[in-house]
């Protein structure tokens, strides 16, 4: 036992040489710089020759995207404009033949309208001057039965009285009474 002790403390003698940290350690330099070129150098042909690409040609691809789709946007923007421009000159058009209907049908209307009102403004002057017409006979029927009925009550009355009637007399009395 005492041997690997003394073992054990002489390797800890002979590590007391190299004190410290390896990669400081002057004697493996040389080997740690070309292995730090060889990984860089391998470092820089995988990204130049695998990495960039792909990632140069994904960008590429989005601005090819996003290029297209403004590209499409500006056409489409460029079509709803002239949609737009179409359909406020067809609904202009729309509105002016509306207004074209309505002042014809307006001017129908009208015109029907005023035949109808000639039509009833003669039907009613025909009515009225028969209407007339027939007040004038009533009127004229209606006075000669009342200069009848004032003659008739004018003998009743004078022969109630007592008196005899003169038929002329009494027509002459009703027809002055009668004018007024």
């Avoid at 710089?33 to 990204?47: D, G, N, P, R, S």
Wanted: glycine fraction near 6%; aromatic fraction near 4%; charge should be negative.
């Amino acid at each position: 036992m005492e041997t690997e002790v003394h073992e054990a403390a002489g390797a800890a003698g002979h590590a007391g040489q190299a004190v410290g940290m390896p990669q400081l350690n002057f004697d493996y330099w040389p080997n740690q710089i070309f292995w730090l070129l060889v990984t860089l150098v391998a470092i820089y042909f995988l990204l130049t020759r695998v990495a960039l690409p792909r990632i140069g040609a994904v960008l590429a691809e989005r601005r090819g995207t996003i290029t297209n789709d403004l590209a499409a946007a500006e056409e489409l923007k460029q079509k709803a404009v002239l949609a737009e421009k179409a359909y406020n000159e067809a609904l202009a058009k729309a509105r002016a033949e509306a207004q074209a209907i309505v002042a014809e049908t307006r001017a129908a209307i009208q015109a029907e309208l005023d035949e109808a009102t000639a039509k009833a403004d003669a039907e009613i002057s025909a009515k009225s001057a028969e209407s007339e017409a027939r007040i004038a006979e009533i009127r004229a029927g209606a006075l000669q039965s009342v200069s009848e009925v004032a003659k008739d009550t004018a003998e009743a009355l004078v022969a109630a009285l007592g008196g005899k009637s003169d038929a002329a007399a009494v027509d002459a009395a009703v027809a002055a009474r009668m004018k007024g």
